[in-house]
């Protein structure tokens, strides 16, 4: 059983920056995989970025690539997103969640239904 913590989310202006962690309780965090997603108002929760259970791999969608990175720190059992060049169309809940499936390609990693956890989500907006 995973039971999953995110915070820092905020209110930021375009162009900004945010860091969102996810702290994760149970011995098994170094074996999961984690993802992160994001949920705006009105539409479907989509797939932002993913990492490796050891961190060797990352995925991002097209519209966060090159501008938000997801790391892990295992010791710590926590997994962030650190979001930089912040638009306002990144307003969202944002949520993470951890599979015990590994070795995932990006388009597995990508797929919500593969995840066995999911946190209550940090709500992050972004003004113009």
């Known amino acids: 059983q995973v039971q999953l913590v995110e915070s820092g989310g905020g209110l930021v202006q375009a162009g900004g920056s945010l860091r969102l962690s996810c702290a994760a309780s149970g011995s098994t965090f170094s074996w999961v995989t984690m993802g992160w997603f994001r949920q705006a108002p009105g539409r479907e929760r989509e797939f932002v970025g993913s990492?490796?259970?050891?961190?060797?791999?990352?995925y991002y969608a097209d519209s966060v690539k090159g501008r938000f990175t997801i790391s892990r720190d295992n010791a710590k059992n926590t997994v962030y997103l650190q979001m930089n060049s912040l638009k306002p169309e990144d307003t969202a809940a944002y949520y993470c969640?951890?599979?015990?499936?590994?070795?995932?390609?990006?388009?597995?990693?990508?797929?919500?239904?593969?995840?066995?956890?999911w946190g209550q989500g940090t709500q992050v907006t972004v003004s113009s």
């Open positions: 969640a951890a599979t015990t499936l590994r070795f995932m390609s990006g388009i597995d990693t990508g797929r919500s239904s593969n995840y066995d956890y």
């Open positions: 990492i490796w259970w050891n961190g060797d791999h990352t």
